[in-house]
């Protein structure tokens, strides 16, 4: 019996500590209404349906902004080859500019040197003209 007495001991001895660690660990209670639990979850529901809307609004904008940064990518390309192609026909025009510029010094010579064989022909079918005149009066002097 005395075995018995010492068991029933040990255990109540044992459980002694462990309700006083249990009670300094046990979080306090507090007491909801069934209507504070219902907006409660209320509110949980419509935070989640927010929450979802806007992982879809954030992986919209995601695909926006991957078009919009291709759309760019494609304008930058764009823009690389018609300021390529502008540099080209700019050098192209300056090329064009000094040929017309050559030109028409070419030409100007041209239309002086021809006015110098017009000017010299001129005088000579002066000359020949008072030669002949010359010519013609010493024969009808004769």
Do not use: H
Not at 11 to 34: D, I, K, N, R
Not at 63 to 82: F, H, N, P, T
Not at 90 to 100: D, F, V
């Amino acid at each position: 019996m005395l075995k018995r007495y010492w068991w029933l001991l040990c255990l109540a001895l044992l459980s002694v500590p462990q309700l006083s660690f249990a009670s300094e660990a046990v979080e306090p209670m507090y007491m909801v209404t069934e209507s504070d639990l219902t907006r409660l979850e209320q509110n949980l529901t419509e935070l989640s349906e927010i929450n979802s809307s806007q992982s879809v609004t954030l992986e919209k904008q995601k695909e926006q902004l991957m078009e919009s940064d291709r759309q760019l990518q494609q304008a930058e390309e764009k823009y690389s080859l018609l300021s390529s192609q502008m540099k080209n026909l700019e050098k192209e025009m300056l090329e064009q500019q000094n040929s017309l510029e050559n030109a028409r010094i070419y030409f100007e010579e041209f239309a002086r040197e021809e006015q110098l064989k017009r000017d010299k022909l001129k005088r000579e079918k002066t000359v020949a003209w008072i030669i002949a005149g010359v010519l013609l009066c010493a024969c009808i002097a004769k």
